[in-house]
């Protein structure tokens, strides 16, 4: 069975400091795709980050980069220079191909950010 | 480019009452196509998934039902909707990009008196 698991319900940052949001994940398919989205208050989910399973680095978008420990099953997401805009539910998501196409996602991570 | 929408935005219902969400994507051919259901302040639940036109998978057992009349659209329904059904849904669809991320519709809102 697939699992994603994020332990953190609330993280709270200062303005323009970084930020790591942990998310770990369970799937015995050697081939599996990780995402994190971004809910604000809004309620419309942005997709923000890919990382596939055999990707040998982690992958970047802008101030978002994903901290892949393979061995570990984490995938944390790390966003530098936090900004007031970043305050939103930030989820973590697993497909694998065992799974065909289906998503799983962690039940999130209240970000706040201090001005 | 491809776009999805959803509608209505916000919806108000009495218990008893039918429901009907609609979904459709524009500018791609073939989507996998999901509803999800989020509680407040709560993860996504999978709801319904579909790889193609009539081709509906159901994850959860739900006073709910979804149905895919056209390649690019689907539908929630409920013939009697319960207290219990009050919560944001939220369609997505995936295919195509080489990632496989899901894109998701502007939610739905569904309260139910």
């Known amino acids: 069975a697939q699992k994603i698991t994020q332990t953190q319900p609330g993280m709270f940052v200062q303005e323009k400091e970084a930020v790591t949001l942990d998310c770990t994940y369970d799937?015995?398919?050697?081939?599996?795709?990780l995402f994190w989205y971004k809910q604000p208050s809004s309620g419309e989910m942005i997709f923000l980050i890919y990382?596939?399973?055999?990707?040998?680095q982690n992958a970047t978008e802008g101030r978002y980069s994903l901290n892949f420990q393979k061995a570990r099953k984490s995938a944390n997401l790390v966003i530098s220079a936090s900004q007031l805009g970043d305050s939103a539910m930030y989820f973590c998501?697993?497909?694998?191909?065992?799974?065909?196409?289906?998503?799983?996602f962690g039940t999130g991570t209240s970000l706040t950010v201090i001005p | 480019s491809q776009t999805i929408h959803q509608w209505p935005a916000t919806l108000v219902q009495p218990v008893g009452s039918p429901l009907s969400l609609e979904c459709t994507v524009e500018?791609?051919?073939?989507?996998?196509l999901y509803w999800y259901r989020q509680a407040a302040g709560r993860g996504l639940q999978l709801l319904f998934y579909?790889?193609?036109?009539?081709?509906i998978s159901s994850e959860v057992p739900q006073n709910l039902s979804a149905s895919r009349p056209q390649d690019r659209q689907f539908i929630l329904s409920s013939k009697k909707l319960l207290l219990s059904d009050s919560d944001f849904y939220l369609c997505?669809?995936?295919?195509?990009?080489?990632?496989?991320?899901?894109?998701f519709g502007e939610g739905s809102r569904l309260t139910v008196l």
């Open positions: 799937t015995s398919d050697p081939s599996y795709g």
């Open positions: 998501a697993m497909r694998a191909i065992n799974t065909g196409n289906q998503f799983y």
């Open positions: 500018g791609t051919s073939n989507p996998n």
């Open positions: 997505a669809w995936s295919g195509g990009q080489a990632t496989g991320e899901l894109f």
């Open positions: 990382q596939g399973s055999y990707d040998q």
């Open positions: 579909s790889v193609g036109i009539g081709q």
